[in-house]
């Protein structure tokens, strides 16, 4: 069973726009959530995280919000640039350093000009 | 190193074949992780080092996978008897132990193709 699940394999935006993410996760544990982009043929780089204990987290043109209620959090993108377009994956962890992520299976976001 | 370096970046073999991946973590990250990324997946835990301790090896998907890491810094993902579905892009990564989330930087990967 998918602990952390991102339900829209894609999303086209134009620039300019905000782009919203959306993750969905299972397991009530997690105390962790991280946000990473991948470009086609390098590793995913580190995005933005958010302890559960928060409910928002912003830095630059990116935030992420967190509803533990609902075991959901989403990632918004204001404004929305072309160099934006990547895939993008939602990460959980249960516990700090030393645990491995479990990841979402992305979603793809294309941000026209 | 400044990064997360992987070796080989591509590498093409043939069914029943072994291979072995090659990761060289960031300088002075106490944990490394290995993960796979199969076509249309998201990113699939196979194995962590975190310094002396015993690896988590619960991702690992056969007995075929299996990793070491010598003196604590350069791992090796080896996998015998290659098959198919082993087709993938293998991501390692590093973090190294503070508090907080846990924050892996990745390599580029190596693709393995099995014919």
């Known amino acids: 069973d998918q602990q952390v699940k991102q339900n829209s394999p894609s999303l086209s935006v134009q620039e300019g726009r905000i782009s919203i993410l959306n993750c969905d996760y299972t397991?009530?544990?997690?105390?962790?959530f991280l946000w990473y982009k991948k470009y086609p043929a390098e590793g995913p780089t580190f995005l933005i995280s958010i302890s559960s204990i928060k409910d928002k987290n912003e830095d630059g043109r990116f935030t992420v919000f967190l509803n533990k209620s609902a075991k959901h959090l989403s990632l918004h993108i204001v404004p929305s640039q072309p160099g934006d377009s990547a895939v993008y994956f939602c990460a959980a962890s249960v516990g700090q350093a030393g645990t491995a992520l479990i990841f979402g299976k992305g979603t793809t976001l294309s941000v026209s000009s | 190193g400044a990064g997360v370096s992987q070796s080989p970046s591509n590498k093409v073999t043939e069914k029943g074949k072994d291979v072995e991946l090659r990761c060289d973590p960031i300088?002075?990250?106490?944990?490394l992780y290995w993960y796979r990324q199969s076509l249309g997946q998201g990113l699939e835990f196979l194995i962590y080092?975190?310094?002396?301790?015993?690896?988590?090896k619960s991702g690992l998907p056969s007995d075929r996978f299996s990793a070491e890491r010598t003196g604590g810094s350069v791992s090796t993902l080896t996998i015998q008897r290659t098959q198919q579905e082993d087709s993938a892009v293998y991501l390692c990564?590093?973090?190294?132990?503070?508090?907080?989330?846990?924050?892996?930087?990745f390599g580029a990967g190596s693709r393995l193709t099995v014919l």
């Open positions: 990564a590093s973090s190294w132990q503070g508090t907080g989330a846990n924050v892996l930087t």
């Open positions: 397991n009530s544990m997690f105390d962790y």
């Open positions: 300088s002075g990250h106490t944990a």
């Open positions: 080092f975190q310094g002396n301790s015993a690896p988590d």
